[in-house]
Nanobody, 125 residues
């Protein structure tokens, strides 16, 4: 059984930073493209950023460009999402997901095969 686990989110003030991590205990993340998604109340789940397996290409949603950074540490079997200059509109449940086809990472929720349980990030003063 493939299991992805996100680190704990939290409450952050506007302009603050938070780093989320995504790990797997039952498989090696190296072979998968990893995406970060988020879902705010009443909204659809949307892609935030992703990183391929084959060549670590990264992609960012327009809302994340210049503020978020995705990276992977294969030695630690972990993918990170560094979030800086956080805004109240970044408030959402954040999910990491794995995609078997490691050549690509852009795409919607249907392109991903395995999901974490999600972690709440709240940006508020």
């Amino acid at each position: 059984q493939v299991q992805l686990v996100e680190s704990e989110g939290g409450l952050v003030q506007p302009g603050g930073s938070l780093r989320l991590s995504c790990t797997a205990s039952t498989f090696t993340l190296d072979y998968y493209s990893i995406g970060w998604f988020r879902q705010a109340p009443g909204k659809e789940r949307e892609g935030v950023s992703c990183i391929t397996s084959t060549d670590s290409r990264t992609y960012y949603a327009d809302s994340a460009k210049g503020r978020f950074t995705i990276s992977r540490d294969n030695a630690k079997n972990t993918v990170y999402l560094q979030m800086d200059s956080l805004k109240p509109e970044d408030t959402a449940v954040y999910y990491c997901a794995a995609r078997v086809d490691g050549r690509w990472c852009r795409g919607g929720v249907r392109e991903y095969d395995y999901w974490g349980q999600g972690t709440q990030v709240t940006v508020s003063s």
